[in-house]
């Protein structure tokens, strides 16, 4: 007995029978019926005729047993946790529902989109100036700029919000005046002047300043020299190949990251 050779059965198309392929006219060819189809992974011809109907082999049936069985210890963690927190007698889920909507915690999330926009334009804005410091050809710019990033980086951003929030122990006032003179332009308290909301602001700020640098930086070189050379050659200032030309090409790598800040 002989036993069919395993699925696909290929056959290059110049492996074909002679008959098939030296046969002149219509008429005179075979009239068996073959059957040809290529193969998706090395591109030949796959003749199965001799088989049979190709509809008519058995197929492997993939049953995915490790998929399922993750699927199910999935799903059953989640209905655990879900009915951990529906029955825990510690949860007053009547006091959640009657304070989701009170107004001092309505309050709480306006502030919280407020500081949200604001810290990451001051973020975008900054980050962009920092960024160009850092690939600056001035060593005093691009030192001063990896100063900065390394600080705001390092250091944790609740540190930085107490710091911030503090500022009055550190400067009771704050004063400018003219250098070497005695003529002040304005002095002010500085409780009085870092309120709560300006402290969260300014150390969010920062510090997303700190971190879209980098993220810029990595777009701006990302995009080929030849475009800046290119620019350059066409006689646009550095401004307007910033503008015109490599901000635009960067965006691409630089708004995926900026999502997740």
Avoid at 4 to 27: F, K, L
Wanted: charged fraction near 10%.
């Amino acid at each position: 007995s002989t036993t069919s050779p395993t699925w696909p059965c290929r056959r290059p198309r110049s492996a074909r029978p002679a008959d098939v392929n030296a046969a002149g006219p219509t008429e005179s060819r075979p009239t068996e019926s073959r059957q040809y189809q290529q193969d998706s992974n090395s591109g030949r011809v796959v003749d199965c005729s001799e088989f049979g109907d190709v509809a008519k082999l058995p197929q492997a049936r993939t049953y995915h047993l490790g998929r399922w069985t993750v699927s199910v210890i999935v799903v059953l963690l989640a209905a655990l946790f879900i009915r951990v927190l529906a029955t825990n007698p510690n949860l007053d889920w009547g006091v959640v529902g009657e304070y989701l909507f009170n107004p001092t915690i309505l309050a709480g999330v306006k502030n919280t989109i407020v500081i949200t926009v604001l810290a990451q334009a001051i973020g975008i804005v900054g980050g962009l100036l920092l960024a160009l410091a850092r690939l600056s050809a001035n060593p005093v710019l691009r030192g001063g700029a990896g100063l900065y990033i390394w600080l705001f980086r390092g250091v944790p951003v609740l540190v930085q919000l107490i710091f911030w929030f503090n500022l009055g122990l550190v400067f009771p006032t704050l004063t400018v005046q003219v250098p070497w003179t005695s003529i002040t332009v304005f002095s002010v308290p500085t409780n009085s002047m870092i309120t709560p909301f300006v402290a969260v602001l300014l150390g969010l700020g920062l510090n997303e300043m700190a971190y879209m640098a980098e993220v810029i930086r990595g777009g701006l070189l990302g995009v080929p020299p030849g475009q800046r050379e290119a620019a350059a050659s066409l006689g646009m200032t550095p401004l307007q190949t910033l503008r015109k030309v490599t901000l635009p090409q960067a965006a691409r790598q630089i708004i995926p990251p900026t999502s997740n800040q």
